[in-house]
């Protein structure tokens, strides 16, 4: 179980996030959405570390890691895994050994340092492609790879670090809705088969309600709605996204892609 | 179920291996090649320490004797000519200042013309590519020399000659900068109708400006510590009165204008670090550190 207590945090005299607490059972897939600037992101980086929180408290399974510091935080950030939206894979290194550096807080500095990968941790890197479909790029540059291809390599390095818990900050904001029902059925299926947590930020409301077991709504840095997706009314989405309740220009497929809307489900498409 | 790295055994690692076996092995004579380009390295490595007869037992014997040449440094004494030291001093100064702002106003253009991105086309790159080599290739202090000839000793001959070699270095610097600039804004200008000098202007100049001024800034303290040398040759500066000192073994005189060349160059290095953060800024990223 995730806990967090009164989290927050201010950039200068910007506050990002007011004082945010929730409890998340493991094993639960979360999807939080919101306006862009809405505190999302903030909230994400803030359970693994990346941004330090103002103040409060974020407990995991009874461990408090928003106070750890040197090893343990280190250790933290590998036991609760990122995707990022524009993949941050490094674009000049081959798809298995960016992988492979999900293993970066597990291995000794020097042979990490030196590329030097057991077999094991080979093999490792092998399955984890496998489960994404794209074992078949391993030897190839990350940055010759579409989209979509590098988003699930990245996820295949989150498998890597044998996460508790995953972290997904606008998966597909930057993915053509094909990879994105890839991705998105990626992290359902991890969520599932391996009982990770997850934690996913989204703007596409239509993909939250399909994928998630609990919605997050997320507005000025405050927690408006949280719960199971069909308690998610009219007048709540206009609330999160801030929209008039007589604007008759907004419904739900506004936060959506025209073009993921109008596709029929894959399996329609195969059969 | 989730894999941990404890679940991969033997087994596992075998079948892995046998369905994809350039993942766990380059092929022997990419292999090869990787050893051998080591091997080679090595050797020539070592070939160059023994061919210079470079030994621990030499580089230990030599080190007295430098330790006698530093005991004559101290203490440094600022002798009867402080005066014309420092007014020497700001003439090197000088002199690096007004070299560096016209060669990096010169290597500008030049390094536009030597970048693949700016100018595709092969034999005007090769044209401007070996000229600034040219530029560079022939060291400034021979530039120096050639100049004290041309046009007399004194400071004019070594400000050309920080002219010219700089131009060359500078564009050469500036022309990688604008090769690696991201290419995102270069299409967004283009595709809002932009003729090529509005695409230079905005698309790429932005992007490099940082680093172009980043470059100016280090060659004009670079320079302040080679205009010494320029002096040496007559080409005017505070060079003129370290090579002087040395020749007349004023050994500790000599020390004392060592050291206000560095004080000057810290206080160069100090003021530029003002300039970058005024005209720069703090990059917004990096405010967390690594961690």
């Given at each position: 179980m995730l806990e967090i207590r009164n989290l927050g945090k201010r950039f200068g005299d910007a506050t990002a996030l007011k004082s945010v607490s929730l409890d998340i059972p493991a094993g639960q897939m979360v999807g939080v959405i919101g306006r862009s600037g809405a505190g999302k992101s903030t909230l994400l980086r803030m359970i693994n570390r990346l941004t330090e929180p103002t103040h409060g408290d974020i407990v995991w399974r009874g461990e408090a890691v928003s106070s750890l510091r040197g090893k343990p935080l280190l250790a933290w950030r590998a036991r609760c895994a990122m995707i990022f939206q524009q993949f941050?894979?490094?674009?000049?290194?081959d798809v298995l050994t960016n992988v492979m550096l999900g293993r970066a807080a597990y291995k000794g500095t020097l042979p990490s340092l030196l590329k030097l990968f057991s077999p094991a941790e080979r093999a490792m890197a092998i399955h984890a492609l496998e489960r994404l479909d794209c074992a078949q790029l391993a030897l190839q540059r990350a940055e010759t790879l579409s989209g979509g291809q590098q988003q699930r390599v990245a996820i295949a390095r989150a498998l890597m670090q044998a996460p508790e818990m995953l972290l997904a900050d606008e998966p597909i904001a930057s993915l053509d809705p094909r990879s994105a029902i890839l991705v998105m059925d990626a992290l359902r299926r991890i969520n599932r088969e391996d009982g990770i947590t997850v934690l996913c930020n989204l703007h596409t409301l239509d993909t939250a309600r399909q994928y998630c077991d609990r919605i997050i709504g997320i507005a000025a840095g405050e927690v408006v709605f949280d719960g199971v997706p069909a308690a998610l009314d009219d007048a709540t989405v206009r609330r999160i996204y801030g929209?008039?309740?007589?604007?008759?220009?907004?419904?739900?497929?506004?936060?959506?892609?025209a073009a993921f809307d109008a596709m029929p489900p894959l399996v329609a498409v195969a059969a | 179920m989730r894999e941990l790295i404890s679940d991969i055994d033997a087994a596992a690692i075998a079948d892995t291996r046998a369905r994809y076996p350039l993942a766990f092995a380059a092929p022997l004579p990419v292999r090869l090649g990787r050893w051998g380009a080591w091997l080679a390295f090595v050797v020539f490595t070592a070939y160059c320490f023994w061919t210079f007869e470079v030994s621990p037992v030499r580089l230990w014997a030599g080190s007295g004797k430098l330790m006698e040449v530093a005991s004559h440094l101290f203490p440094p004494t600022v002798g009867e000519a402080f005066n014309d030291y420092l007014w020497a001093l700001l003439q090197t100064i000088a002199m690096a200042f007004i070299g560096t702002v016209i060669a990096s106003v010169l290597a500008l253009p030049l390094g536009l013309l030597c970048a693949r991105n700016v100018l595709p086309v092969r034999i005007a790159q090769f044209l401007f590519r070996r000229t600034s080599d040219t530029l560079r290739g022939i060291d400034q202090v021979i530039w120096a020399l050639i100049f004290v000839r041309a046009v007399g000793l004194g400071p004019l001959a070594g400000i050309l000659a920080i002219i010219i070699s700089d131009t060359g270095t500078l564009a050469k610097l500036y022309s990688e900068a604008i090769e690696n600039a991201e290419k995102k804004p270069v299409d967004g200008i283009r595709a809002c109708g932009g003729n090529a000098l509005q695409t230079i202007r905005f698309g790429i100049l932005p992007q490099v400006l940082p680093l172009m001024l980043s470059n100016a800034l280090y060659m004009f303290e670079s320079n302040t510590r080679s205009a010494t040398i320029l002096g040496i040759v007559g080409?005017?500066?505070?060079g003129f009165y370290l090579a002087d000192r040395i020749r007349t073994m004023l050994w500790e005189e000599a020390s004392f204008i060592m050291i206000m060349i560095l004080v000057a160059v810290y206080l160069i290095d100090w003021l530029s670090k003002l300039v970058r953060r005024r005209l720069i800024g703090a990059a917004p990223d990096t405010a967390g550190g690594l961690h």
């Open positions: 941050n894979l490094v674009p000049r290194l929209v008039a309740e007589n604007d008759q220009r907004f419904d739900e497929s506004a936060t959506s892609t | 080409a005017g500066g505070i």
